[in-house]
């Protein structure tokens, strides 16, 4: 295909040098958005006399014919070109003639490039916003099921205190929808035209910035040339948007490999969502979990890559710059993929309420409970806190739980032990007394899905 910018040089290059150079592998998907891009520029120069408006129509309908025929597959995208927006105005100019050249008028690639990447992003941003509401979904509908099936809550992933499960999982839930609001808020930063920008310095044509942008569905423009053509804060913003949903998605992964593994036995993942073992059958290997962990170092990889690519370019645009798309979009595709899997994954997966039950009984998570009870009757918190470390202490060293003390043998160690207190430390009355908002009681479990469903419809 011959060079669009052929006339300060032959535009001749060596073959590795126009491999070298060449994006359109990359690029190739965002052929939509630089066809409708292209469109609404050629329909702002006939607004404002600087072509024709027979030459805008001739333009608008060789740019028409071209999007359909790549969608149908009439139209196969040459990878030889140098990048989509090349071969699409090489493609138009072939099928319109001379008309074809005068699309170009009053923009340059550098505006064009960074304009078909924010229609890009904005699509991304939408597709990754309902992505993650179908994960979300999928969460609470666990949640509401299992809002008062008991489980040990842990720090120091030591068993800590009796929590529900449907509570735990709304912790995700709320780090999800943090997300949403992550993508969200930068969609308006995304959603700024930088086409009129040109090269740089703008242009001596008389153009309609805003025009094109309201055609394009942009709520603003880049209002310096230079940043507009420079700026990939979108790029970066999106990436790193995608990093901590990954960590998000990470950790859930993590917690479903513990929760799968027979150690403990909480939860048994469908086996449309598991792989076997090529040398040992009983192995029913949690994978699609262990891949969203592994993934998430790529994203991680993407954002540093482009942070790094920017962080020493001068202004304007550079060559460096075509490097901001193949990790945006690595991350987009990594991030969808992840979604798409363990929305079902987590919809379909079984819960063995009786193992957390069974783990809940172990390991003294009543332990705060006791020595709150002892304060309700007077007691100072840090003098109940010794008690119980006394009474916890001599219960391991016989093989006991606080349930098997007898009241006789609790008053040994103080008086102020009555028979009320084999009710406050009943593992349901643990979890249902935690009424403190926010807390894990099966009614706070259910205010915090309310508030979710109710947040979501203003999304």
Known sequence: MAKMWA??????????????????????????????????HASMLSAKNIISKQDADILIDGLEGILADIESGKLEIDLTAEDIHMFVEQVLTERVGEVGKKLHTARSRNDQVALDTRMYLR?????????????LMAIIGQAEEHKA??????????RAQPITFGHHLMAYAMMLFRDIQRFIDSYERINVSPIGCCALAGTTYDTDRRLEAKILSFDSIAMNSIDGVSDRDFCIEFSSNCAILMMHLSRLSEEILLWTSWEFKFVELSDAFTTGSS????????????????KTGRVYGNLVSILTMLKGLPLAYNKDMQEDKEGVFDSYDTVSMCLDVLAPMIKSMKVIKENM???????????????????????????????????????????????????????????????????????????????????????SVEEQIAWIKEQLKNV
Not at 123 to 135: F, H, R
Not at 279 to 294: C, F, H, T, W, Y
């Open 123 to 135: 699509d991304a941003t939408e597709k990754v916003v309902e992505k993650i509401e179908e994960l």
């Open 7 to 40: 006339g300060r040089t032959d535009g001749v290059t060596s073959k590795i040098a126009d491999e070298f150079n060449s994006s359109i592998k990359i690029d190739s998907r965002m052929y939509k958005q630089d066809i409708l891009g292209s469109m609404a």
């Open 149 to 158: 099936s008991i489980m040990p809550g842990y720090t120091h992933l030591q």
């Open 279 to 294: 040398i040992m059958p009983q192995k029913k290997n949690s994978d699609m979990a262990e891949l969203v962990r592994g």
């Open 357 to 443: 039950l069974l783990a809940s009984q172990k390991g003294f998570i009543n332990a705060t409970d006791l020595a709150d009870y002892m304060v309700k009757k007077g007691m100072p918190f840090r003098s109940a806190y010794k008690i119980v470390g006394s009474i916890v202490s001599d219960c391991i060293k016989n093989g006991k739980v606080l349930e098997d003390l007898s009241l006789e043998e609790y008053k040994k160690y103080d008086n102020i032990f009555e028979q009320d207190l084999f009710n406050e430390i009943n593992l349901n009355t643990c979890v249902e007394k935690r009424i403190s908002l926010g807390g894990t009681s099966p009614k």
